[in-house]
């Protein structure tokens, strides 16, 4: 199987950010998620992306990324910046506010948008705004 990976952001004070590519996709069924697993082309770094019909959860290396629908959720990030530094905590907020699915025989286009911010239900403080569509060939 092969997936179409788009990914449009759209930062705060910052010009539209587009990410597109197309990889091999592995599918599997785990613990009530549908999940596909890749590896994004340009940084080699490996990606997961499952989903139930109201919870959407990324992997992407060693970042994290919980989404619900209409619901801000904390996702902790910890950063280190050099080895021998300590390790601090960096709050993000995600919101969930589209999520679609979409089959034939032939295609499979999971589409969905979130926000994210630093503060719980605060726009004034958002990163910014993403849109993710996924297109699976069988």
Known sequence: MKIKFLSVAQPVNSDELVTNFTASVE??????Y?????????????NRIEFNENEINIFAGAT????????????????QATPNSP????????????FNVSR?????????KYILT?????????VGDYK????ISK
């Open 27 to 32: 599918k599997d069924n785990d613990f009530g």
């Open 34 to 46: 549908e999940a596909y697993t890749f590896v994004e082309p340009s940084q080699g770094v490996s």
């Open 64 to 79: 994290t990324l919980k989404l619900r629908m209409n619901e801000w959720i904390l996702n902790v990030f910890n950063i």
């Open 87 to 98: 390790v601090s905590n960096f709050d993000i907020w995600t919101y969930l506010t589209d």
């Open 104 to 112: 034939d025989n032939q295609i499979d286009v999971i589409e969905f």
């Open 118 to 126: 630093t503060k719980q239900e605060d726009l004034d403080s958002k």
């Open 132 to 135: 993710i569509t996924l297109t």
